[in-house]
Nanobody, 123 residues
Framework: QVQLVESGGGLVQAGGSLRLSCAAS????????MGWFRQAPGKERDVVAV????????YYADSVKGRFTISRDNAKNTVYLQMNSLKPEDTAVYYC????????????????WGQGTQVTVSS
């Protein structure tokens, strides 16, 4: 079993930046895909970005391309999401998750989830 703990969320003005961190503990493995997802009130949980175990491959939702960057430090068992040029529509609870495969962008393929961290962007 792996435990994931997110941090770094908060309130920021539009145009600002935040950096989310996800620390993994327990039965960590660096071979699985890691991802960030978000869920706004009344909406489904959607993928934001995922990164392959090696860090060589990444995927970004169209809505965040060019503004967000996902990275991982396997030595520290930590995944990061750097969020720049934030917009009010980025407001959501952000979840870190570990996949059950080496690559996927679908929530159904992620079996371990953090508790989430709130990101609120004011206009």
């Amino acid at each position: 079993q792996v435990q994931l703990v997110e941090s770094g969320g908060g309130l920021v003005q539009a145009g600002g930046s935040l950096r989310l961190s996800c620390a993994a503990s327990g039965r960590t493995s660096s071979t699985y895909v890691m991802g960030w997802f978000r869920q706004a009130p009344g909406k489904e949980r959607d993928v934001v970005a995922v990164v392959k175990w090696s860090g060589s491959s990444t995927y970004y939702a169209d809505s965040v391309k060019g503004r967000f960057t996902i990275s991982r430090d396997n030595a520290k068992n930590t995944v990061y999401l750097q969020m720049n040029s934030l917009k009010p529509e980025d407001t959501a609870v952000y979840y870190c998750a570990r996949g059950t495969t080496r690559w996927s962008i679908y929530p159904r393929d992620f079996g371990s989830w953090g508790q989430g961290t709130q990101v609120t962007v004011s206009s």
